[in-house]
């Protein structure tokens, strides 16, 4: 018993040390490792997503624009413009990494798609098709997609560990 509450004080001692010292914030070398693993998560989630839509893997002509892409966008122009502020709609919602707006042109035509993929690991592909009051929806895919594992960290796991430490001694 002794010998348990000894370790428990040595691990106890340091962290509650820096607990003291405020809110705690992450290394900036954890912060960076974190972007990393969240960059190397969205492509795998895309990887996946693209996989089952074999549509995307004809052409050479396949962009893709995130929610902060449509702001910049805006910011650019100077204005709202009501077409880029009716795509926003199918930006919300939750989904594993982010939605993308992919955008493919085809000779003289182009055609629009939201892709992501939700919390039950199927990618859903929706077609867009602009209209005078904005981009609105003609077609809905979902498709069986693999689970995309998320990289656990050591620092930020440590991070967690010290901000629940906090909380428990400002209590």
């Known amino acids: ?8 004080s040595l691990v106890l001692t340091p ?3 820096n607990v003291e010292s405020g809110n705690p914030q992450p290394s900036d070398n ?22 089952s839509y074999e549509y995307f893997n ?35 919602g ?12 085809n000779g003289p035509t182009h055609r629009v798609f939201m892709l992501y993929k939700n919390f039950s690991n199927e990618n859903v592909m929706i077609e867009l098709k602009s209209g ?3 981009w609105k929806k003609v077609d809905k895919t979902v498709s069986k997609g693999k689970e995309i594992e998320v990289e656990s960290l050591r620092c930020e796991e440590e991070f967690q560990l010290e901000r629940l430490l906090n909380e428990f001694f400002s209590l």
């Open 1 to 8: 018993m002794i010998k348990s509450l000894l370790v428990l």
């Open 15 to 17: 962290l509650h040390s």
């Open 30 to 51: 954890c912060i960076n490792l974190m972007k990393e693993r969240d960059a190397k998560f969205k492509d795998g989630v895309f990887e996946d997503v693209l996989s």
């Open 58 to 92: 004809n052409y050479d002509h396949v962009h893709y624009f995130t929610s902060d892409d449509l702001s910049i966008i805006n910011a650019l122009l100077g204005k709202e413009n009501t077409q880029i502020e009716s795509l926003r709609k199918y930006f919300a």
């Open 94 to 105: 939750v989904a594993q990494g982010e939605r993308r707006l992919y955008y493919v042109l």
């Open 132 to 134: 005078e009051q904005g």
